[in-house]
């Protein structure tokens, strides 16, 4: 672009090229016919040779200033050509950068695709393993809870794979050398009289005199003959075999009625519809043995006294009192035997409900971890690009 400056105002216009090359023609064409006019008034040789300089000159300067244009548009066209250059190759970096950006975050895309993909696997394993671990733990624990209960009916009397009768066998035969060298325990295989207990206990003294004597009965509710029967219905029959066998005593060995909490309290004396009958668990019937056979000791011992306060001619008062002494210290060791035993019926009870709550438990994680494994299962790409116009091209962008 050119300027020129108005004489009269000083504005300076603004022209292109083409226009400012026709203004200088038409202001030296203007000069030249000025000067013509002047030269004419001269000499007409000088006047030619005039004009032929002024035309050369004119001619010159009008090729110089053309050649000036020619320049100036080439280098307004290079430097064009050279902007555009530019731009493009400033086009070309962005468009470069743009694939590469545009790579990253298709690479960055896939890699959180696959990262999702692998926390859900994971997520499934250890969903897996804790189902596993819980169920185990779910089996244990109804192991244990079906094992107390268990307990809680025989108390450690290791009854598995033995008849009640035998396990009371084999519990009286491991203290006989001990605690029973002078005690007969065997089977009662005499039905002269119709009927027959299951075994018959004797204790004899130094000098042959009997102690005591027990009529045995075992019912285990595993048995057929005893299936929904209660206690009470062997109550006649042991009374009766008692006394046919001429015993002291008589005893109900039995798991029946496991529910009761009469039966499960202790050692119970039915002595109110039968005399010297007493119904208890089996791990009573070592300590009730026991009981009673020092009870008949103690009564033994009592009766010499007698006699032999008898042939002193001692008052029987101080027998008496001594009578009364046992029959109390009897009662209560009774009593705190029954105490015992509740207390440890008591404690089973306690671990049975915990072992209740601890089952809950297990079933509310078992129901949290259903609720985790469906949101794994509703996790999806759509959902992940739902309302996210860049990934969602960059996936169709992937998919296709």
Do not use: W
């Not at 960055?108 to 969903?127: G, H, S, V, Y």
């Amino acid at each position: 672009m050119k300027e020129i400056r108005c004489p009269n105002c000083q504005t300076i216009i603004p022209i292109d090229d083409s226009l400012y090359i026709e203004i200088l023609k038409q202001v030296r064409d203007e000069q030249f016919e000025l000067e013509k006019e002047k030269l004419e008034k001269l000499d007409q040789e000088k006047r030619k040779a005039q004009l032929s300089l002024m035309e050369k000159e004119y001619q010159t300067k009008l090729e110089k200033l053309s050649s000036q244009a020619e320049f100036e548009k080439l280098t307004l066209i290079q430097k064009q050509q050279s902007l555009l250059q530019k731009k493009e190759q400033e086009i070309e970096q962005l468009k470069s950068q743009r694939a590469i950006d545009l790579a990253k975050a298709e690479l960055a895309f896939k890699e959180k695709i696959q990262d999702l993909e692998n926390q859900k696997n994971q997520i499934e394993t250890q969903k897996q393993e804790l189902l596993l671990n819980m169920n185990q733990k779910l089996k244990d624990k109804d192991e244990m809870i079906e094992y107390y209960k268990d307990l809680k009916l025989r108390l450690s009397t290791k009854m598995l794979g033995e008849t009640l009768e035998k396990h009371c066998e084999n519990q009286f035969n491991q203290l006989r050398a001990t605690g029973f060298k002078n005690s007969y325990f065997e089977k009662d295989n005499d039905v002269s009289s119709g009927s027959k207990g299951d075994y018959i206990f004797r204790e004899l003294d130094e000098e042959g005199n009997e102690l005591v004597s027990i009529m045995f009965e075992m019912k285990n509710e595993a048995d057929q003959t005893t299936t929904k029967k209660t206690n009470e219905s062997f109550f006649k029959e042991l009374d009766k075999d008692r006394r046919e066998k001429k015993c002291e005593y008589a005893i109900l060995v039995s798991l029946l009625e496991p529910e009761s909490e009469l039966y499960n309290g202790g050692i119970v004396d039915v002595s109110y519809r039968y005399e010297k009958m007493y119904v208890i668990r089996p791990q009573f019937f070592i300590p009730m043995i026991t009981i009673l056979r020092n009870a008949a000791l103690k009564n033994a011992q009592l009766k010499k006294e007698l006699i032999e306060i008898r042939q002193q001619n001692i008052d029987v008062t101080h027998f008496e009192e001594k009578m009364m002494d046992f029959k109390d210290g009897f009662t209560k060791n009774v009593e705190l035997a029954s105490r015992k035993f509740q207390g440890a019926i008591d404690e089973i009870d306690k671990t049975i409900s915990h072992l209740q709550k601890v089952r809950e438990n297990l079933v509310a994680s078992d129901r949290q971890l259903h609720l985790a494994n469906k949101k794994v299962d509703n996790l999806s790409i759509r959902s992940l690009t739902y309302k996210n116009e860049t990934m969602t091209k960059l996936f169709k962008k992937n998919k296709k």
